[in-house]
């Protein structure tokens, strides 16, 4: 058979090809993304329905919440009980005042300013007693009975007395605990390993942890021995090996052995990775080594935080091993050398700003009003200002982009589109720098809002099939990434920070979604959505219409019946 000189396989194989080339339109003909249950709302009752809006919870409570690992809460005249399975079978009284999530097989529960636990079961396995309590953390419970506080076991065993003013959870198999106004440490059997003759001791962290006596700070090991005498005014954190100390106002850096690295002489410090310490002296920043070598002479106005330094600091905690003291292949040696040398380093001198290398050598000259960091030892590109104007150099410090922009987003992972704005208006070029959408749009990224500060990110769509959300005339529509139209600029505000491929768009005041090519997949009626983005996480999302909470999932459906 033959239409016009076309076979019938012609026409069938034209057609085909025909639909392969429009449009994909956002629907999930499934549901298997939903959850096994569902919060469902009858009238102003609540229970829970599967995937076919069956009920399977009878809608009794004044509220309830989703399923999180086998949990939900559900609420009776303020009280709260929680459904422990899915089945619905297993219920807890609908009694208590608060219920935290379960941590190790715990739940927290209060009833009647009292605290007690409810384990997976339902079970009230210890007795609501307790002034306070914490969530489980390694088979140990912390509670608290008449401010006194000691630790329980999963059985209820109060394994550690409440005798203590206070109490910190085990690190490195210690305890710090106070008593009679001094501390010390004890062991998972109550037994006290380090006296109690401390003012403070923090937790113990590889092997060290902080004390002070006499207002006095140092250093100690697991069995108490002090690695660093109560001399110093403050002991700071372990940072890679090494810890910051203060002395009469003064910083340096020491080891965890206890060795001064960096003597106590600097107005601030702070570690930069690798072995390097950004150091200040009378108003003046520098760069020193872990030999007190100056890499960088202190006398900069600033120096901004490196970035880039980090990314070797684990290869160099030893020049010739790792943290199993096992030999380093050559090949990460001239790896990490390699990255130190394109580490360039942003300082600031005279109000301008420029970039160092490793060695102290300008590689970049300090001509600029202000610049970003190189993000990491391989970014070719940072964004520049000069005059006010706004543009970005390659790590030659050639101009990639001009300076001459009022506004640049971040060019980031994606840079076939970047948002620039010319005066009011918002246009896109690529990472050369040529003009890909004219700059004619109120606005770039979602909602509208207050347009950021030059150096914060300016959002705008990465990852949805180059669809971007643009403000025209007043008006909010999405535009593809050859500025063509695909909505009509009509909605007075847009987000498409979801989960899925849909864009939140609001009109006269009420939300709905649209897909990515602007058909409404949810009708643009409700008054509100409730959670954080992005939205629908967990396939569902809770909107407010006509006054009332319920829960809607991506293709729209309504899971509640007035």
């Known amino acids: 058979m033959t239409y016009k000189g076309l076979t019938m396989k012609k026409l069938i194989l034209t057609f085909l090809l025909i639909l392969l080339m429009l449009p994909v339109v956002y629907c999930e003909t499934n549901n298997d993304y939903l959850p096994d249950l569902i919060p469902y709302r009858k009238g102003d009752k609540w229970g829970f329905c599967d995937k076919d809006k069956n009920i399977v919870i009878k809608c009794q409570y004044d509220k309830v919440g989703m399923f999180y690992k086998n949990f939900a809460k559900v609420y009776v005249n303020n009280k709260i009980g929680c459904v422990i399975n899915k089945d619905g079978v297993k219920i807890t009284p609908v009694k208590y005042e608060e219920i935290s999530y379960f941590a190790e097989g715990m739940s927290a529960v209060k009833f009647e300013e009292k605290w007690g636990y ?30 006194k506080w000691g ?14 003013d206070d109490i910190e959870y085990f690190s490195d198999g210690l305890a ?10 004890i062991d998972k059997q109550g037994k006290q390993v380090i006296p109690l003759i401390y003012n403070r001791a923090l937790d113990f962290k590889k092997g060290i942890a902080r004390v002070e006596k006499d207002n006095k700070w140092g250093l100690i090991d697991t069995k108490g021995n002090e690695i660093l005498k109560c001399n110093y005014d403050f002991v700071g954190g372990l940072d890679d090996n090494y810890i910051w100390v203060e002395q009469n106002k003064k910083y340096g850096y020491i080891t965890k052995e206890g060795k001064e690295v960096i003597p106590v002489k600097y107005d601030n410090i702070r570690y930069f990775g690798s072995g390097l310490f950004r150091v200040t002296l009378n108003d003046k920043y520098g760069l020193v080594n872990n030999k007190n070598e100056e890499i960088i002479p202190i006398k900069y106005d600033k120096i901004m935080p490196c970035q880039t330094a980090c990314i070797v600091t684990v290869m160099l905690r030893s020049p010739c091993s790792n943290e199993e ?26 109000k301008k700003y420029g970039f160092l290398n490793i060695k102290g050598e300008e590689v970049i000259p300090i001509k600029y009003d202000d610049v970003k960091s190189f993000s990491h030892s391989d970014c070719k590109h940072t964004k520049v200002m000069l005059n006010k104007k706004i543009g970005y150099i390659n790590r030659e410090g050639v101009e990639i982009i001009p300076i001459k922009f009022d506004e640049i987003a971040d060019i980031g992972s994606y840079s076939e589109l970047i948002p620039v704005r010319i005066g009011k208006k918002w246009g896109f070029v690529n990472e050369n720098g040529k003009q890909i959408i004219k700059p004619k749009y109120e606005h770039v990224g979602s909602w509208g809002g207050k347009v950021p500060h030059w150096d914060e990110r300016v959002r705008y769509w990465e990852g949805y099939e180059g669809r971007i959300p643009v403000k025209y005339k007043g008006k909010f529509g999405i535009i593809n990434k050859r500025g063509k139209k695909l909505t009509k600029f009509k909605y007075d505000k847009i987000d498409h920070r979801t989960n899925e491929k849909l864009i939140m768009v609001g009109l006269n005041g009420k939300i709905g979604f649209v897909d990515l090519n602007g058909k409404v997949v949810i009708p643009i009626k409700y008054d509100r959505f409730y959670g954080y983005l992005p939205l629908f996480e967990d396939g569902l999302l809770k909107i407010k219409y006509n006054g009332k909470c319920g829960y809607i999932d991506k293709n729209g459906t309504e899971y509640w019946e007035d």
């Open 176 to 185: 710090s605990v106070k008593r009679d106004n001094k501390y010390g440490y």
């Open 325 to 350: 003291n096992q030999p380093i292949q050559d090949i990460e040696k001239i790896e990490t050398e390699k990255k130190l040398n394109k580490i360039l380093i942003p300082v600031c001198l005279d």
């Open 118 to 147: 409810i384990d997976e079961s339902g079970i009230e396995v210890i007795p609501v007693r307790y002034d306070r309590v914490y969530n489980f953390s390694k088979g140990f419970g912390k509670v608290e009975l008449n401010n």
């Open 151 to 164: 630790f329980v076991n999963k059985q209820g065993e109060e394994i550690i007395p409440l005798i203590y």
